[in-house]
């Protein structure tokens, strides 16, 4: 299978401050990822579509100023939570698409846990 | 726009007991069905999906589904779950065409009792 990594995987800072968390693709390259939030005992949420070399699509009440994505490379797409709020802790997990033979499959990273304070 | 719904949200069995899984979808076209596994601290994996063919569909360690296209249905099974199978359970759905944009399940925690 495909690996997908994440980093940090844990980081707590500062209300106002900026956190930047990669997602990486190990083994692959993937032309599109994507940004989940996952609330405690709730459903992974999608926030938006990041595809390399191009802007991000986001969700329907994503702020996309808040959530900065980054797809420079096919191995790498960063999602930055500008002037985070208590509000925005949250688990971030983050998936790469890798295209098939014969069918479309996503893998997915271990999630980033932000705690602001 | 689609939506998944998971009717049990946490579901706890003796270990050999059957289980079954439910999952409902709305969407009138053509879908790709999956369902996703996540162990205690551990990321989500795949357990299994359905594209087209056989509507009975295995994934690993011995778990299946059926997708019954009449019920917007696609429950997961397994026949004996054992104490290992303690995990939250995702079923999720991308509708055909376009980005591959996954709607998810709101999750069932299965705990399994030794």
């Known amino acids: 299978g495909a690996v997908v990594s994440q980093h940090p995987s844990w980081v707590i800072c500062k209300s106002g401050t900026s956190v930047k968390i990669e997602c990486r693709s190990l083994?692959?390259?993937?032309?599109?990822m994507f940004w989940y939030r996952q609330f405690p005992k709730q459903s992974l949420m999608l926030m938006a579509t990041?595809?390399?070399?191009?802007?991000?699509?986001?969700e329907q009440g994503v702020e996309k100023d808040k959530f900065l994505i980054n797809h420079a490379s096919l191995t790498l797409s960063t999602l930055t939570v500008t002037s985070a709020h208590p509000e925005d802790s949250s688990f971030y997990i983050c998936s790469a698409y890798k295209r098939g033979m014969s069918s479309y499959e996503q893998y997915f990273g271990p999630g980033t846990r932000l705690t602001v304070t | 726009a689609q939506s998944v719904s998971q009717h049990n949200h946490h579901v706890i069995l003796s270990e050999a007991a059957s289980l079954e899984l439910g999952c409902n979808y709305s969407?009138?076209?053509?879908?790709?069905l999956f369902w996703y596994v996540q162990y205690p601290g551990q990321h989500l994996q795949l357990l299994l999906k359905y594209f087209s063919g056989d509507p009975l569909v295995k994934g690993i360690k011995g778990f299946e589904a059926e997708f019954i296209k009449s019920k917007f249905s696609f429950n997961l099974r397994k026949p004996s779950v054992q104490w290992s199978d303690t995990a939250e359970y995702f079923c999720?759905?991308?509708?055909?065409?376009?980005?591959?944009?996954?709607?998810f399940g709101t999750g069932t925690k299965l705990q399994v009792i030794p």
């Open positions: 999720a759905v991308i509708t055909s065409g376009g980005y591959q944009k996954v709607t």
């Open positions: 969407y009138g076209g053509t879908v790709n």
């Open positions: 990041s595809n390399e070399g191009s802007k991000a699509t986001y």
């Open positions: 083994d692959f390259q993937a032309t599109t």
